[in-house]
């Protein structure tokens, strides 16, 4: 690079000539070093005339770093190792701006979407380094499948200090915030219920020796598509998709009217299973909000948990 006065020198000895002035600009780390009196190169000898940094940082890792200083199209690696080994360097270096720049570039490729026990092993890795957004990010793509051995699988040895159960932890919060909704639905006199379209159902029997009113029963394909999502095992369970819940609810009415030709429930579904269905799925939007960070780590550290084969 013309006019470059200084060398950046990566862990696999490839050397990139910069400039000190972008350096400086775009890292405190940088300027702080610059005006100390430089080290010489290990040999003792500058290369060029110029005064070599010495980075851990491999070149691929270096070459993404030092494109985003320029106006030149950024060079973001494609495995997810080198993404987050990107990352967490603009992070060591304090390049706030830069670091920012990788993760719009990121998002806008869609890269550092990893599926699978993969998911896992990238949340555990931006974990060890301390990757905020990136750990969030990822914790909430393993909801996606379910919190066992079986699922976690190889990711298992790349987790460090506490992430594995901070991770345990994220999924039992999501999950309760998912079943107490579906036990909100069950209660059909809370005005919040979207379920109470449905009391009147004929097919209803009321358990006990005194009946009681069908309006204070579900139909019973309607509370077992409930019960399904607040049963305690839910925890390992994988959060459901819209698609899937959708998919849940429409087998379970078609079962019911297949069996019972209940004419009821199929004019409640054509006059407002519509509306159910997103009160239905209103749940998953309950999750999305379910905060990572707030108190990682340390709530409910009493608790124990496990991860089931």
């Known amino acids: 690079m013309s006019n470059a006065d200084v060398i950046l020198q990566s862990s696999d000895l490839i050397d990139f000539h910069v400039h000190r002035s972008a350096l400086v600009a775009s890292s405190p780390f940088f300027r702080d070093m610059f005006s100390l009196p430089q080290p010489q190169h290990s040999s003792g000898e500058s290369l060029d005339g110029l005064s070599v940094v010495p980075c851990s940082e491999d070149a691929e890792v270096l070459n993404g770093l030092i494109s985003v200083l320029y106006a030149v199209p950024p060079e973001i690696p494609d495995s997810n190792n080198s993404i987050l080994a990107l990352l967490a360097a603009a992070q060591k270096y304090d390049m706030v701006t830069v670091q920012s720049s990788i993760r719009a570039e990121i998002s806008r490729r869609d890269l550092l979407s990893p599926t699978g026990s993969e998911a896992f092993r990238v949340y555990a890795i ?12 990822t914790a909430r793509l393993t909801l996606e499948y379910p919190l066992t051995f079986e699922s976690v699988g190889e990711a298992m040895r790349s987790f460090e200090g506490c992430a594995l159960h901070d991770l345990a932890d994220f999924h039992w919060h999501c999950k309760n ?3 107490g ?4 639905l069950s209660v059909v006199q809370h005005p919040r219920s979207y379920s109470n379209i449905w009391v009147g159902c004929p097919t209803v029997s009321t358990p006990g020796p005194i009946p009681k009113r069908d309006v204070d029963h579900l139909p019973t394909w309607l509370e077992g ?8 095992e839910t925890f390992t369970q994988a959060i459901p998709k819209a698609q899937t819940l959708g998919e849940e609810y429409l087998g379970a009415l078609q079962a019911h009217v297949n069996e019972t ?3 009821f429930c199929m004019k409640v579904h054509t006059l407002k299973g519509e509306s159910f269905c997103t009160g239905l799925k209103r749940g998953l939007n309950l999750v999305q909000n379910v905060p990572y960070l707030i108190e990682a780590g340390t709530r409910n550290r009493g608790r124990p948990f496990f991860l089931p084969r």
């Not at 598509?225 to 305690?232: S, V, Y």
């Open 177 to 179: 915030t998912l079943s």
């Open 261 to 263: 030709d209940c004419h």
């Open 126 to 137: 931006a974990c060890s380094k301390r990757l905020i957004p990136e750990m969030e990010s």
């Open 181 to 184: 909704h579906f036990q909100l």
């Open 225 to 232: 598509l409930l019960r399904k999502r607040t049963q305690p």
